[in-house]
């Protein structure tokens, strides 16, 4: 069964987190900050939910035709929208491998279209933003690990040449943040001790102003700010009553019930700041409106639902215990 990257906060028991304390404070602060990065595939519905790990053929990148830019665009964005056609909660295999082929597929299209020179950069960079956004969503879609990685190398490549621009596109922000914070947490060092509250600035100008949750399309940045302020320790910018604010503050967007993530994390953020009882609420109005009509996350959406009743019933049985938050409650 699939897990989202969120999943598996700790880069070793918890246990083992108490005993180091007592020895070593400063290796702890970084395991910490390491750990954090770790979720830092985040709680977004942009990260959303990932399809099995099935070897994954490589497409080949279709033919852009760069006169028509705008048209390309247009359908390659149709094909990205069209990931989630006919899910139902739970996604069924037909779903999830039509998921995968289409974030590949928007990929493809999107590689394609940011090599076209003779295009505005402020017209190639909606495209960039595309090659990102699918990049990470294709992070565990193989077919080898090398090409995944190259996947999320290029996107973060190419948000970078999105962010060297003035003004530029506030999605850059949002996953230039999010695929840093995936690549840093494989391969940790003690210089990232400062990434989260770089994250965190980078997370909050994705959300360019837009009152908590509202930012376009679904709250992605509102989401990763909260995720960050989380899991992160206070010496590296973290707080956990702060992540509770924002993701009650969003919770009155117009589009705060498009994406069911937005529910599972808001009642993550409650519980963990001692309100079980508001948690298995939010939990159960998640589960009573089913799969959202709004938005374009029905196959995250459909994923996440499984979660949410996961988590709810470990709750109920269990109200003043942890139900696995960092693991999808699996």
Same mark, same amino acid.
């Given at each position: 069964?699939?897990?989202?990257?969120?999943?598996?906060?700790?880069? %070793? #028991?918890?246990?083992?987190?108490?005993?180091?304390?007592?020895?070593?404070?400063?290796?702890?602060?970084?395991?910490?900050?390491?750990?954090?990065?770790?979720?830092?595939?985040?709680?977004? =519905?942009?990260?959303?939910?990932?399809?099995?790990?099935?070897?994954?053929?490589?497409?080949?990148?279709?033919?852009?035709?760069?006169?028509? %830019?705008?048209?390309?665009?247009?359908?390659?964005?149709?094909?990205?929208? $069209?990931?989630?056609?006919?899910?139902?909660?739970?996604? $069924?295999?037909?779903?999830?491998?039509? %998921?995968?082929?289409?974030?590949?597929?928007?990929?493809?299209?999107?590689?394609?279209?940011?090599?076209?020179?003779?295009?505005?950069?402020?017209?190639?960079?909606?495209?960039?933003?595309?090659?990102?956004?699918?990049? %990470?969503?294709?992070?565990?879609?193989?077919?080898?690990?090398?090409?995944?990685?190259?996947?999320?190398?290029? =996107?973060?490549?190419?948000?970078?040449?999105?962010?060297?621009?003035?003004?530029?596109?506030?999605? +850059?922000?949002?996953?230039?943040?999010?695929?840093?914070?995936?690549?840093?947490?494989?391969?940790?060092? /003690?210089?990232q001790l400062g990434l989260p509250k770089q994250?965190?600035?980078?997370?909050?100008?994705?959300?360019?102003?837009?009152?908590?949750?509202? *930012?376009?399309? *679904?709250?992605?940045?509102?989401?990763?700010?909260?995720?960050?302020?989380?899991?992160?320790?206070?010496?590296?910018?973290?707080?956990?009553?702060?992540?509770?604010?924002?993701?009650?503050?969003?919770?009155?967007?117009?589009?705060?019930? +498009?994406?069911?993530?937005?529910?599972?994390?808001?009642?993550?953020?409650?519980?963990?700041?001692?309100?079980?009882?508001?948690?298995?609420?939010?939990?159960?109005?998640?589960?009573?409106?089913?799969? /959202?009509?709004?938005?374009?996350?029905?196959?995250?959406?459909?994923?996440?639902?499984? *979660?949410?009743?996961?988590?709810?019933?470990?709750?109920?049985?269990? #109200?003043?215990?942890?139900?696995?938050? *960092?693991?999808d409650c699996g």
């Open positions: 069964m699939r897990r989202r990257a969120r999943r598996r906060v700790e880069a %070793f #028991p918890r246990a083992s987190v108490a005993a180091a304390t007592r020895v070593v404070p400063a290796l702890v602060t970084h395991t910490l900050v390491a750990a954090a990065l770790i979720a830092l595939a985040l709680v977004l =519905g942009a990260s959303g939910a990932m399809a099995e790990t099935t070897p994954t053929p490589t497409a080949a990148t279709p033919a852009c035709d760069c006169h028509r %830019f705008a048209d390309e665009l247009a359908a390659a964005r149709a094909v990205y929208a $069209s990931r989630g056609e006919g899910a139902t909660s739970p996604p $069924s295999q037909a779903a999830r491998t039509r %998921f995968r082929e289409r974030i590949l597929d928007a990929y493809a299209r999107a590689s394609s279209l940011v090599a076209c020179d003779g295009v505005a950069d402020a017209d190639r960079d909606e495209a960039r933003v595309l090659l990102a956004t699918t990049a %990470f969503k294709s992070r565990r879609f193989g077919p080898t690990d090398a090409e995944a990685a190259a996947r999320m190398t290029r =996107g973060l490549e190419e948000s970078e040449r999105c962010l060297a621009h003035t003004p530029h596109l506030p999605a +850059c922000d949002l996953w230039h943040g999010s695929i840093r914070g995936i690549q840093a947490s494989g391969s940790w060092n /003690p210089m994250l965190l600035a980078e997370f909050r100008a994705a959300r360019a102003g837009a009152p908590p949750g509202a *930012d376009p399309p *679904d709250g992605a940045a509102t989401r990763a700010e909260a995720s960050v302020l989380m899991r992160a320790p206070s010496v590296a910018g973290g707080d956990l009553e702060a992540a509770r604010q924002l993701m009650q503050a969003a919770s009155a967007a117009p589009i705060f019930a +498009c994406t069911v993530d937005n529910r599972i994390l808001l009642a993550e953020t409650v519980a963990r700041t001692g309100d079980g009882t508001r948690a298995v609420t939010e939990l159960r109005a998640a589960l009573a409106a089913g799969l /959202p009509t709004c938005g374009d996350n029905r196959y995250e959406n459909a994923s996440d639902l499984e *979660d949410a009743a996961r988590c709810l019933a470990r709750l109920e049985e269990h #109200p003043d215990q942890d139900p696995g938050w *960092d693991d």
